[in-house]
């Protein structure tokens, strides 16, 4: 980022605390972390993104990267993806994340709660169709388990099939035997995981110090 | 002659009848003293609603209080089993392993930071706390316990202050708090022992010294270092011991629960000898036995260690309690009014205070924020218990107001097992502190676990930033590449997802196998594979007696079959059908599907075949089943059936003969390895279905 005003970029960054809940401080920070995956850029790519070498062990790390340019992460109710994101839609993604704080009231936290479920949707519903199928509940089980020994694909794939099946039973008790399971929705997905408690497992701490810094022997990209 | 040698003049004959009462008098006391309390346990749930607003350790110190009222009447002496080496070698190790062994981990070791805080921070505060204000009390002439000095005030404090995992959990067990609660308190009452134990000594050692030098203070914080970390070094080794010793015990399945248990008592054992914190040192022996151990073992082995683990837990805090309230009848009490409501206020206070400012200083560093709610529960949660009984008796007796100290620990035991431990549920549940369900246990909640994990690892390093999902993910590569390879002996990295979908399964299959001579409904589920079973298409709402016949002999053939090819001698020291038996997991894939004709049904079905030789590749084989048509019967709503939905995916898979395969592939690579490791149903699926 060469010249820009300092002033336009405070506004800027006001206006993305807001949209995003960030701190300047944590805005600022993953700014930082943005030019330093960019390449310093305006927009990443990505490619960019695949070739963080940290990341290279995460079996979904398809899905992962996926998630920053699927246009459903951004709340505009687009569906599709994009080819290069900006540091806003970065945020937007990264705002996924925000553990709750003290403060938080009880409908934000249901706020929270619901946007970190459809993030999850989104990462299984490919084609953006609002169902996730059986075949792609099947791919995601089956990247899960890649890593994982030697599970066969066909283990993955009654693992898959088995999960569909529960889903099925608990959510559409009733099908007569004729009706075919389309796939998951939304609420039956919110249902499957209603006990799960998403707080503890889906945040990010994100630090108010600059850690690029910080990472010592850490390899960067 | 012979009559003067004997100077009765009578002569014995034979005696027909003998009784010998001081030959067994002490296994018969402790085996009856051991019915006693057990039969109380039974009685208190003949009347369910008790158990569900008081707490058992009230009820058992209740009925300890009658019986010690009547042992007192007629003079008798309760043996002597909350006196110092009774309790600490053989009453305390099997509650504490059995809490240790039961602990979740995944959360322990999330908060594990904020345990520790609570654990060591919490009992410094309240030992220090109470002790200063019992000081200055005994400083005003009226009360009458002015020769009590400040040494012994902080010495008789941290025996108070530290809470008892006793009589806590078994409060919390049936207070359902939300997790993050729950494991801290869980783990301050086992964690805080290593304060208590190092704060023990020190008052003790210096109690009759007139003066305390910084150098005692700080020798002490030294020994705080000593003590912890020398408890956790040796149970995390014993615990690798035992681990490493499971790898050769294939051939000895019926003495593996003995190494369990054999290990974690000697990690308990040898920190006593050292004088190191024993509690943590059998807590962090199972924490990390446990894990290595139930995949070596065989399943037999590890339903037989949890249930013993369980069952001597229970007995000793059967027996803890129950021994609480008789000696609070038989000993000797010194009352002052003074002391003992003060002790009393005090400890109140000052946990109350210490979990607040506590949970202030520490709120910032947690994610997940304890509100005011939640510090509630945490600090009216802190019982003590038995283990404050005990330690306020070995007190030496140099302490002049031993019995004071007796009696107002006995008077805080009672009270806060009593007062906070019935009131504690309807106040959680009053003030509506959060909760979770904790035992989610589908396949679906466990692959989103993993998915969640693997995407904020992901996403971590998208950041640059470390949390614990860094550190967990690397000490997972490590788990995998070394100390898997050498504690376990199949070493096969599984997934939990697939553990759990085994498990899963394979209760299934039980239920399916339990229900079929019973439940008829379930039965037709199962079908055999190369049998085409012509049962008549009119529809029909229950079975009649030939089809479920049919499917017996089905199901006897198919499965059973499998399982008798395998079967090898039982030998005198082998367990009864202990032998190589093939699991077999039945996979229910089942789908009903309307055919054409009316009221006649297809059923599709897969069978998957774990076999558990490591030699065999094959591990498994889809196979639907064609053509097979049952009456559908009236589906009752029994837990093993899962409702039969028709599945895209069934079209897709290949038809394989099994029982041949099984046949050929049994008979082709042998079928008793004699060091074979098998395991029950831990067994992964490996490799790719043979000659499909």
Known sequence: ?221 | SDDDAYPDAEKSNLPVFTMDYPRIQIPFEITLWMLLASFAKIGFHVYHKITVWVPESCLLISIGLIVGAIMHSVHEEPPAVLTSNVFFLYMLPPIVLDSGYFMPTRPFFENIGTVFWYAVMGTLWNSIGIGISLFTICQIEAFGVQDINLQENLLFASIISAVDPVAVLGVFEDVSVNEQLYIVVFGECLFNDAVTVVLYNMFSFVADMPVVEPVDVFLGVARFFVVGLGGMGFGILFGFVAAFTTRFTSKVREIEPLFIFMFSYLAYLVSELFAISSIMAIVCCALTMKYYVEENVSQRSCTTIRHVVKMLGSISETLIFFFLGVVTITTEHEWNWAYILFTLLFAFVWRGLGILVLTQIINPFRTISFNLKDQFGMAYGGLRGAISFALAFTLPDTIGRKQLFVTATIVIILFTVFLQGISIRPLIEFINVRRTNRNVDTINVEIHCRLMEHTMAGIEDLCGQWSHFYWKDKFMKFNNRVLRRILIRDNRAESSIVALYKKLELQNAMEILDTVSGDISAAPSIVSLQYETRISAKPKKKFFAEDLKNMHNILSKNMYKIRQRTVAYTSKYALPNDSQPREILIRRHSSIRRSLRPGSFHLYYYFFFFFSDEHETMSEVAYPARHSRFGQPKRSASGAMMPLHRLDTLKEVPSVDVLNESEKGSTSRGVSRTNSSYSDSRVPARGSPPSL
Do not use: W
């Open chain 1, 1 to 221: 980022m060469g010249a820009s005003h300092p002033r336009s970029e405070q506004h800027q960054y006001h206006e993305l605390m807001a949209k995003t809940g960030f701190s300047l401080e944590q805005i600022k920070n993953l700014h930082i972390r943005f030019q330093h995956l960019s390449g310093n850029e305006e927009t990443i790519r990505r490619k960019h993104l695949s070739s963080i070498p940290a990341l290279a062990n995460n079996p979904i790390k398809k899905e992962i990267i996926e998630a920053f340019f699927d246009k459903r992460n951004q709340h505009e109710n687009e569906t599709g993806s994009f080819e290069e994101i900006g540091f806003e839609q970065f945020l937007m993604v990264m705002s996924h994340f925000r553990p709750p704080t003290l403060r938080t009231k009880d409908e934000e936290r249901e706020a929270l709660r619901k946007e970190k479920l459809h993030f999850l949707f989104n990462m299984h519903d490919t084609d953006s169709d609002g169902i996730i199928t059986l075949e792609e509940y099947r791919k995601v089980v089956e990247e899960l388990l890649s890593k994982s020994g030697n599970i066969g694909q066909e283990a993955a794939r009654a693992i898959a099939d088995a999960a569909m099946l529960e889903v099925a039973s608990t959510n559409a008790p009733d099908m007569g035997p004729d009706d075919f399971y389309e796939g998951i929705t939304f609420e039956h997905f919110e249902q499957m995981l209603q006990n799960l408690e998403l707080e503890s497992r889906m945040h990010i701490r994100f630090l108010d110090v600059k850690t690029t810094t910080m990472h010592c022997g850490k390899a960067t990209m």
